[in-house]
């Protein structure tokens, strides 16, 4: 079965950087588009960004456009969020998605990764 297990998660200071990684098995990685998402408390689910299948696109919330940088590496299975300049706003459970670059549906999910900035 298909699972998306995130990482790297944790606590930085406002200005900090984090690195999450997203591991993918039980699909051919390399067919589908990956996302990144995230929720806050009390808050609904956003979109943070998406890379195409072999890696030459990429598309960022206005928020985090500048700051987060998106990544893949299909011979990993891995998708990876680069996180810089963190501000108390990106506070959110992080979610990894595997979507269809035809329908551009979500379709699978991972568990969620918490990401925590202190000011």
């Known amino acids: 079965h298909v699972q998306l297990v995130e990482s790297g998660g944790g606590w930085v200071q406002a200005g900090g950087s984090l690195r999450l990684s997203c591991a993918a098995s039980g699909l051919t990685f390399s067919y589908y588009d990956m996302n990144w998402f995230r929720q806050a408390p009390g808050k609904e689910r956003e979109f943070v960004a998406r890379?195409?299948?072999?890696?030459?696109?990429?598309t960022y919330a206005d928020s985090v456009k500048g700051r987060f940088t998106i990544s893949r590496d299909n011979a990993k299975n891995t998708v990876y969020l680069q996180m810089n300049n963190l501000k108390p706003d990106d506070t959110a459970v992080y979610y990894c998605?595997?979507?269809?670059?035809?329908?551009?549906?979500?379709?699978?999910w991972g568990q969620g990764t918490q990401v925590t900035v202190s000011s």
């Open positions: 998605n595997a979507g269809s670059s035809r329908t551009g549906a979500y379709l699978y």
């Open positions: 890379i195409s299948q072999s890696g030459g696109t990429t």
